[in-house]
């Protein structure tokens, strides 16, 4: 796969609380702690399917 389609698949996440950016990726189930509120976000893919 190009480097250019994986860069299109890249989803930004963001706190659930403040919003602040923490990340920036292709994913498929992560936990996440923010560094400014403190609140642990959790953020799943239902219909994911392998990239690599």
Known sequence: MEKKAIDA???EIRCQSCNKKLAVGIY???EIKCPRCKTLNS???SNAKSVF
Request: net charge positive; hydrophobic share 45%.
């Open 28 to 30: 498929v189930l992560v």
């Open 43 to 45: 953020f799943q893919k």
């Open 9 to 11: 698949t890249k989803e």
